[in-house]
């Protein structure tokens, strides 16, 4: 075992995501339990208690940094024309799904313990999300509100994971040039559409 205080609470911290991370990437979360981390880096499952306050709470901290680098990726593609932007974000969304599965599955499969909600920075970054693809369509459909755009968004991209969600569990039946096609068909049929029949005035 590690000594006392030999790694900071943050080193801590970031050695125990990274375990969980790296069991993630070959092995289901099933398998992995808290005195598990705590021994891979060498520390007793009450030091993560500390830290953490729960092996939930851990993997909550999994989960976040997930986002964290989702949200890095997608916002490197904000410098093209909106739509395009859009089509890229989802099809860049797909993939690292498809690169980080049971990562990807944490963020959505998690649940917090009696019915608590989530923490404020977890929001926060879930928000932000929404948030890069909200500027798209406000820039694409200038004359919608921030209601509309946030609206917008959802839907949209509910449709987006919606067909990412098919990918991984290998019922879209289709190859992955299939899948970003699908997903940019999506993308550009959705604002067509409501461009189209003028629905967006019609939300408050």
Not at 36 to 58: C, E, H, M, R
Not at 126 to 140: H, I, P
Not at 175 to 200: E, F, R
Request: hydrophobic share 40%; charged share 15%.
């Amino acid at each position: 075992m590690a000594r006392r205080k030999e790694h900071t609470h943050e080193q801590i911290k970031h050695m125990a995501i990274e375990a969980v991370v790296m069991h993630l990437q070959h092995d289901n979360l099933h398998s992995l339990s808290l005195r598990k981390v705590a021994s891979q880096i060498g520390y007793v499952p009450s030091t993560l208690i500390n830290i953490f306050g729960s092996y939930q709470y851990l993997l909550l901290a999994v989960s976040e940094q997930t986002l964290v680098n989702l949200s890095a990726v997608l916002q490197g593609l904000t410098l093209q024309a909106p739509i395009t932007n859009i089509q890229n974000m989802a099809m860049a969304y797909s993939d690292f799904a498809l690169q980080h599965k049971s990562c990807f599955r944490l963020v959505f499969e998690l649940t917090m313990p009696d019915d608590q909600p989530l923490p404020q920075n977890h929001t926060t970054i879930v928000k932000s999300l929404f948030a890069l693809v909200e500027s798209q369509l406000r820039s694409y459909c200038t004359n919608i509100s921030e209601p509309q755009a946030e609206l917008m968004s959802r839907v949209l991209w509910g449709g987006i994971h919606g067909l990412t969600t098919l990918a991984l569990d290998e019922k879209l039946f289709a190859t992955h040039n299939d899948l970003h096609t699908m997903l940019c068909s999506h993308v550009q049929g959705y604002i067509a559409g409501i461009s189209k029949t003028g629905s967006l005035h019609d939300i408050n």
